[in-house]
């Protein structure tokens, strides 16, 4: 505890801790978008996914960890940032100072945005705030109908294009990242430049995209709700009217 102490009274350390949670969110990024993208299997491969994950018996825990990683990221995140304005010697230009600065601040108005999303997005699709009957839907298996609550969800314009504006910001967050993880971690140099550069535009337009899919999936009819959660989610919509 000493030591982990020590290391964040450090401006290494916590740069360090930084790019450390950062690689620990990037992998669960991609591992989220990996089983979302279970939804072009069919109703019962994305139902069948999360019910695997909800029957988990560390899944609170995972989800508090990770929680956990999250709010650390941050607050470093945005210590590390303000040292650097601190440590720069060469002050900016009067007339540039401004979209400088807000060009430097991109990853903490990014990440603050995408925390909102986060919440948001938990609220709406894992605790059903203003999903409406869906939310209550199951499927043959007697799972729960998460594919009609994610479909039933992107159906609505606002949802779908929020979404896709919150996944944009996470590609300018997530382009960084990538990168800066190697010169953080020791790993960069000039000689690889390319080489990271591209990793990281590889890794930023996979992730992005197996996200976007799926709203503009929906919004293009490719996927739709299953005959038995048209009804529902119809009624749901009238009551709501």
């Keep these: 505890m000493n030591r982990l102490w020590h290391l964040l009274r450090t401006t290494i350390g916590r740069k360090l801790l930084v790019a450390s949670s950062g690689i620990v969110l990037i992998l669960f990024v991609i591992g989220h978008m990996v089983g979302n993208l279970t939804i072009y299997f069919g109703q019962a491969a994305l139902n069948s996914y999360a019910h695997w994950l909800q029957e988990s ?18 607050a470093l995140g945005i210590a590390v940032t303000l040292e650097n304005y601190r440590a720069r010697k060469i002050p900016y230009q009067a007339h540039n100072a401004f979209s400088k600065r807000l060009f430097q601040s991109r990853l903490i108005i990014s990440g603050m945005v995408l925390l909102l999303f986060i919440v948001g997005h938990v609220m709406h699709l894992t605790l059903g705030a203003g999903v409406g009957a869906v939310f209550s839907l199951r499927d043959n298996q007697g ?99």
Excluded at 57 to 74: A, G, K, S
Excluded at 165 to 191: I, P
Aim: aromatic share 16%; proline share 3%.
């Design 57 to 74: 018996p560390v899944l609170w825990l995972m989800r508090l960890v990770m929680l956990t990683i999250v709010l650390v990221h941050i």
């Design 143 to 241: 799972y729960v109908d998460v594919y009609s609550r994610v479909v039933s969800a992107f159906q609505n314009p606002w949802i779908a294009w929020s979404y896709i504006c919150a996944m944009l910001l996470l590609a300018l967050h997530l382009k960084h990242t990538v990168r800066a993880l190697f010169q953080t971690m020791g790993f960069y140099h000039d000689n690889y430049f390319s080489f990271f550069e591209f990793l990281s535009w590889i890794v930023t337009v996979l992730v992005v995209a197996g996200f976007i899919t799926i709203p503009l999936a929906v919004q293009t009819g490719w996927l739709a709700l299953p005959a038995e959660a048209v009804s529902t989610a119809g009624f749901s919509r009238l009551v709501g009217s």
